[in-house]
């Protein structure tokens, strides 16, 4: 090199000047491919967040507390957002990072939800059944011991019908 | 009172008996419609009160105001509240038509509410690269949450209220999980900052 510095200094120039632009050239892509990348990972976490969202609405038309993934859903939300505002000003690192993070905790909040949501429909289950039982017991036990009633009633009511003595009135008239 | 009155009143006791123990079932079977759904949207002062808003503002400070969103929707929402910000001729969101604003938001906020609940986030914002020229004003960077954006807004001066007016204003957004999508929700709100301190 010191060589071709020393004899052809106007080809070491050249040499230099290709291997720079070589050097962008194969720099550019990588960069590109970088925010493509972390565009991409805020698009996933978009999604992820979204998934989680509807997994726990399901778990609340369920009958579940959804009081704890509601606090990690604006977590969620909150880091999608930094993740976008990086994205954003071209700080694709960490646009990528907090994309990971946030689908990180969005996939934890969908599981949660997926297993609070069978967990509901299982007691909802049990309450209803309970009900159900409740009623049609209720009302079987009800409804005899009315008629129970009504018989006694109406017994005692005849009985005294029968007793009464007839009397004669006097017409006004 | 004649056997035929006490079997009337035997029958409606039967009946409201029946009733009363078919209560617990009957509740989880039939689901009365619930109240009006709507949701809220305001912005509050640097105290949490409708008051001591920043108006005259200049270039190089911070300012601080409260922007809150209510749910009564009837279940959980995913709400989004875009800031944008825009000078007297640029279009605000319409009313009537249902129109969010031309303008790109700067920046968002996600928000996840229950029902009957509502959340206030803090939005501070500075203005820097504030110039005017010639009875015009042109505000060239906005900072939101200590994230910088280019705006390049530029105002001539009003001279019925003695000031460079711009706006900075908050739009509701709501997720619709049927069409996996947001869809402005029809509500805004404001603030007028005069920018005459600055220059």
């Known amino acids: 090199m010191s060589v071709l510095l020393r004899r052809r200094p106007e080809g070491f120039a050249w040499l230099l000047l290709v291997l720079m632009v070589a050097g962008l050239l194969s720099f550019g892509p990588l960069c590109v491919r970088g925010t493509g990348d972390a565009s991409a990972s805020v698009g996933e976490a978009d999604v992820a967040v979204r998934q989680a969202f509807n997994a726990t609405l399901d778990a609340e038309r369920a009958g579940a507390n959804v009081s704890g993934l509601i606090l990690r859903l604006n977590e969620a939300g909150e880091i999608l957002t930094e993740a976008e505002m990086a994205l954003g000003t071209g700080n694709s690192s960490e646009a990528a990072s907090k994309a990971v993070q946030c689908i990180g905790i969005a996939e934890s909040v969908k599981g949660d939800a997926v297993v609070l949501k069978a967990s509901a429909l299982d007691e909802a289950q049990t309450v209803f059944w309970m009900s159900l039982t409740f009623s049609v017991v209720g009302i079987a036990v009800f409804v005899v011991v009315l008629m129970l009633v009504w018989r006694w009633f109406k017994g005692g009511y005849v009985r005294k019908m029968l007793g009464m003595k007839p009397e004669v009135a006097h017409d006004e008239t | 009172m004649k056997l035929e009155d006490c079997k009337v009143v035997f029958a409606a006791v039967g009946l409201i008996g029946v009733l009363i123990f078919a209560s617990p079932t009957l509740g989880l079977v039939l689901h009365l419609p619930g109240g009006e759904k709507f949701s809220e ?159």
């Open chain 2, 41 to 199: 949207l305001w912005v509050l002062g640097p105290r949490h009160m409708a008051e001591d808003y920043p108006f005259n503002v200049t270039a190089g400070v911070n300012y601080l105001v409260y922007v809150g969103v209510g749910n009564h929707m009837g279940s959980s929402t995913y709400y989004v509240v875009y800031v944008k910000f825009r000078n007297q001729t640029e279009p605000l969101p319409n009313m009537t038509t249902g129109a969010p604003s031309v303008l790109a938001p700067l920046y968002e906020y996600r928000v996840f509410l229950e029902d009957n609940s509502s959340s206030e986030v803090p939005l501070t914002f500075s203005f820097s690269n504030v110039s005017s020229v010639g009875g015009q004003s042109t505000v060239g960077n906005l900072a939101i949450n200590g994230v910088p954006f280019g705006v390049d807004k530029s105002v001539s001066w009003d001279a019925v209220n003695s000031g460079y007016f711009y706006q900075l204003f908050m739009e509701l957004w709501i997720y619709d999980p049927a069409s996996d999508g947001f869809s402005f929700h029809n509500r805004f709100v404001s603030r007028w900052l005069n920018m005459t301190a600055s220059v």
